[in-house]
């Protein structure tokens, strides 16, 4: 079995995860900065994730005909970087949803085909991705924590110009990488299309679960550091308490290959509603008592960390070599589209209904994905 290019794989994860980090919970202040409402904060932030209705399964399906995976991840990592360039033109509302969209349509093209490389540089090891996506925790840790400090000290008029640096660490990891590719199994020629697969038991089921997921983490993604400023932490603070879920999802990945073996996909993913559940209810009526608080968001090592690591094994089962670029890109797709739908609602509920119930909504579609998964999904043996 060829070596494993451990750090070159990790280092694409560390830059493209900091970029994450740099938009999950300064993307709405630097709006909110700039004077908009929260229903427009909601809907630029939901461009983004409406963009990845289109572009992961455009790009997935052309990395499938051509093979040509990483010279996707190449020029989609650059055109994201000249793309978002165009921020500093105007910053009027229609603007910025151009923007939001030209940019989301590039990036959303590089995270499902990096998937389907770094898979099949593992091959066998394939409990071993864990280990390299931890890098990628790591970046949005280290990207969370150094932005929060800096955005107590300058102004958020600098934030377009953190992003394009991180922008940049992307394009320069992406040529450190070795291409690689999935390899066609024995039996390939009895798994039939794309399609076909789909429609295997639990597979569509699991889908609409991973749309509830996002939908889900709406309110988090678009108004938790709103939220907690407004409860009078400073943006230091609420740098280190999005680290902490970070820290907590690395603690996962590290032990996530034994979980594996220990556990059904079907079981670990149920945990992780079921805990996403809880931890929306938290973050929603409790989010002033820091203990409660510090809680929740280690509750990120489920709510991201455990659902999304059973969720790449669980395609990368469902979907054969020809339709792994497919596969990764429709989970990819469905996660946006659920987790625009998520903005969208919480920017028009935010005002309206409030916090509380904003929150409760999104930890009742996180239950229902629970109820989904546990009726449709068939157990199987854990993973080895």
């Not at 039996?187 to 639990?202: K, S, T, V």
């Not at 996002?214 to 400073?234: K, N, V, W």
Request: proline share 4%; with cysteine; charged share 10%.
């Amino acid at each position: 079995m060829p070596a494993l290019p451990y750090w070159r794989l990790s280092s694409f994860y560390f830059c493209y995860f900091a970029l994450l980090g740099g938009t999950a919970p300064f993307l709405s202040l630097y709006f909110d900065h700039l004077g908009f409402s929260p229903a427009r904060i909601g809907e630029l932030i939901a461009i983004p994730m409406l963009m990845r209705f289109v572009a992961p399964n455009l790009w997935g399906w052309l990395g499938d005909v051509t093979g040509q995976r990483l010279l996707i991840v190449r020029l989609g990592a650059l055109c994201t970087l000249l793309s978002f360039a165009l921020i500093f033109v105007a910053q009027s509302y229609a603007w910025l949803a151009l923007v939001m969209a030209l940019h989301a349509f590039f990036w959303h093209a590089v995270l499902p085909q990096f998937e389907v490389i770094t898979l099949a540089h593992l091959r066998e090891r394939s409990a071993r991705y864990s280990q390299i996506r931890l890098w990628g925790s790591i970046g949005f840790i280290l990207t969370v924590v150094g932005l929060g400090r800096l955005f107590e000290v300058v102004s958020l008029a600098a934030y377009p110009v953190a992003l394009l640096v991180i922008m940049g660490g992307i394009v320069v990891a992406s040529l450190w990488v070795p291409n690689a590719q999935p390899e066609q199994p024995a039996d390939a020629a009895g798994q039939g299309g794309f399609l076909r697969q789909l429609r295997r038991p639990g597979v569509l089921a699991f889908f609409c679960c991973v749309a509830l997921m996002q939908l889900s983490h709406g309110p988090y993604y678009t108004f938790l550091s709103i939220h907690l400023e407004a409860l009078g932490y400073t943006r230091g603070t609420i740098g280190l308490l999005w680290a902490l879920g970070v820290v907590a999802e690395i603690l996962l990945f590290l032990g996530m290959a034994r979980i594996l073996e220990r556990f059904s996909l079907r079981r670990v993913l149920i945990a992780s509603f079921l805990l996403a559940a809880l931890r929306w209810l938290l973050l929603g009526y409790l989010a002033e008592q820091l203990a409660i608080l510090l809680f929740a968001q280690v509750l990120h090592a489920a709510t991201f960390g455990s659902f999304h690591a059973a969720a790449i094994h669980f395609v990368q089962r469902s979907f054969g070599a020809r339709q792994q670029g497919q596969g990764q890109a429709l989970y990819a797709t469905l996660s946006g589209v659920g987790g625009a739908f998520g903005a969208l609602y919480a920017g028009y509920s935010w005002n309206s209904l409030g916090a509380g119930m904003t929150f409760t909504l999104a930890s009742l579609a996180a239950l229902l994905a629970a109820g989904i998964m546990a009726v449709r999904l068939q157990e199987t043996a854990p993973h080895s």
